[in-house]
């Protein structure tokens, strides 16, 4: 089949495949996309970091708060991937985040730990830090392994 284009980014056709990642721990598509990086995943917690670009920015010039809370969110998921089987259907099913200080250069880092799970519920925490080491931001999340994959309903 030819290769579908909108505005130079290639769609994925229905039928097709959506995306195949590198292995049980490995980012997806979109976490590529802001150049993600996995620097540690294991024994519940995960450490994550992604760069500041120019894309990554507001209209203020300082990193967008959706691409820290990508950041956070991922790294809530990659920590309780290193303690859930492989091919484990999960998803986010609610997040707080708090913006502690802006981002205005440098790459972020996020630490995450869960706890759980409590049935099929899992509890997360990030705190992500600029490169100075200073905290800019804090996420609390709850995920929830979906239906039918051993744990109690």
């Given amino acids: 089949m030819a290769e579908l284009l909108v505005d130079g980014n290639e769609v994925r ?6 995306f ?45 708060g959706g691409a820290l809370t990508t950041l956070g969110d991922t790294a809530v998921a990659m920590a309780i991937k290193s303690v859930l ?26 630490e995450a730990a869960v706890t759980g799970p409590v049935h099929r519920v899992f509890q997360g925490a990030a705190t992500l830090f600029d490169a100075g080491g200073g905290v800019v931001a804090r996420l609390e999340t709850q995920f929830k392994v979906a239906r039918g994959q051993g744990f109690d309903d």
């Fill in 20 to 64: 195949r990642m590198e292995g049980w721990i490995a980012c997806a598509p979109c976490e590529d996309l802001l150049g993600i990086r996995i620097e540690k995943a294991a024994e519940g917690k995960a450490v994550l970091s992604m760069p500041f670009t120019v894309k990554l920015a507001q209209g203020g010039g300082f990193m967008h």
């Fill in 85 to 110: 089987p492989g091919d484990t259907l999960f998803a986010t099913t609610a997040l707080h985040m708090e913006f502690v200080a802006p981002v205005k250069e440098g790459p972020v880092r996020a």
């Fill in 13 to 18: 056709r229905p039928e097709e495949e959506q």
